[in-house]
């Protein structure tokens, strides 16, 4: 499914202006699902492991994560120059359309067909999140806790956030905590055993 | 999360019941009050001087991205100042969702409302501001120690966890909808954009279409 092409950069801070404005112009219901596929597959700026690297930041740190995944991307090939003019064209358009739909909601919000319009596309949208998530999946075979124990913290992640409705702020610290402590031992012994190797 | 999802799904995804609620124009009234508000007249630079505040405090609060804070920023704007009715409060984020772009403009809305293009320049910068400067700083930090144990440790341990919470995300959204025909679109929406490479503005305007014809 995933081809092994070679990552590559954006040529300028117009082509990442460009390529945050169009990016942001088709997130509906949100920008994630949207953002996987133009960094990681039209583009190819970043590499699956590495987007989700940038996403894990992106979603501990306070603030909207499309907003902190723009400026951790954008300051990775330009500096903070990069980081300004990601966050800045994944807010701009969006901006003046938001405030124009609601001008022209108002006039036709009692029009049912506008009314289905709009159900239709949170329907699209809710599939389209669920197929980033299905690609950030063959990531998690590459990780350093195999893959039982990510489906063991992934679903007790789902279950918390998903179906159980906990805040975010608790499930993070809690299940975020012990799993970044069980990746820490691996870690060390995947270094253990490998210095055991070099002196044998 | 789910308390905004559910403002979302009562604003905006109605039923077969509330359809005729907004045919008989029960929900325009607040959204053309939105558009009607005599502005800047209506508040002054003081209290937009405290929502700024609010704002700023609420940005590091929200763990999990913007629709985290909703709660809070309807406590502040519209229970403690007084800025914003319920039903204003509602129709920002409806729009703010429905349209492209991401979710945190709903905080952009709610300050055009409640002053006037100063109103939504000051109610984004203040959500923006404390957020994107730690991102800043703490990505360049991570960055340059990205071999570093710890740093290692975060990321291996955090994947599976992100992963998770986009699953979460695509069923909140989807589970909104209540509506088994929805559900089904949603599903073979998710097939289609895993393994072929259909534009995704494609399947927004089928979803659009499918939706205006009554399909949904």
């Not at chain 1, 040529?11 to 404005?21: D, I, K, N, V």
């Not at chain 2, 009715?85 to 984020?93: H, L, M």
């Not at chain 2, 949603?186 to 279409?209: C, P």
Request: proline share 5%; charged share 10%; net charge positive.
């Amino acid at each position: 499914m995933q081809t092994r092409q070679p990552l590559a950069r954006p040529e300028s801070l117009g082509e990442m202006f460009w390529a945050f404005t169009f990016l942001a112009l088709q997130g509906f219901g949100g920008v994630l699902a949207v953002s996987q596929r133009m960094l990681c597959e039209r583009k190819r700026w970043l590499s699956h492991k590495q987007d989700v690297a940038a996403l894990a930041l992106a979603q501990v740190l306070p603030g909207p994560n499309v907003c902190n995944l723009a400026l951790i991307v954008g300051d990775r090939f330009f500096g903070w120059r990069g980081a300004f003019t990601a966050l800045a064209a994944l807010m701009a358009a969006p901006l003046v359309l938001v405030l124009a739909i609601t001008v022209a909601y108002a006039h036709y919000s009692h029009v049912p067909m506008v009314a289905g319009a709009i159900k239709g596309i949170g329907a699209v949208s809710a599939g389209l999140i669920v197929a980033t998530g299905l690609k950030l999946l063959p990531a998690l075979h590459e990780n350093t806790m195999r893959l039982p124990a990510c489906l063991l913290f992934g679903g007790a992640t789902f279950i918390a956030v998903a179906l159980m409705g906990w805040p975010l702020i608790g499930v993070l610290f809690g299940i975020g905590l012990i799993a970044c402590a069980y990746a820490w031992l691996r870690i060390s012994a995947a270094e253990r055993a490998l210095t055991q190797t070099e002196q044998s | 999360m789910s308390a905004s999802m559910m403002l979302f799904a009562a604003a905006i995804v109605p039923t077969m019941e509330s359809m005729s609620a907004i045919a008989s124009g029960a929900t325009t009234t607040p959204i053309a009050a939105l558009i009607g508000t005599p502005i800047a007249a209506a508040h002054g630079a003081p209290e937009l001087f405290v929502l700024f505040g609010h704002l700023l405090m609420l940005s590091l609060l929200a763990v999990g991205g913007a629709l985290a804070v909703v709660p809070d920023v309807r406590r502040v704007m519209v229970t403690s100042m007084g800025l914003l009715t319920d039903a204003q409060f509602n129709a920002s984020v409806a729009i703010a969702q429905a349209a492209p772009g991401p979710n945190v403009l709903f905080v952009a809305a709610l300050g055009y409302q409640a002053a006037g293009f100063a109103g939504a320049a000051v109610a984004l910068f203040g959500i923006l501001l404390p957020s994107s400067t730690l991102a800043y700083a703490v990505a360049r930090w991570g960055h340059a120690r990205r071999n570093w144990r710890p740093v290692r440790a975060f990321q291996a341990g955090m994947a599976p966890i992100v992963v998770a919470l986009v699953f979460g995300t695509g069923w909140t959204v989807a589970a909104q909808a209540l509506d088994w025909r929805a559900l089904v679109l949603a599903a073979v929406i998710a097939l289609v954009a895993w393994r072929t490479k259909v534009h995704v503005v494609v399947l927004i305007s089928g979803g659009a279409v499918a939706g205006a014809l009554g399909w949904i």
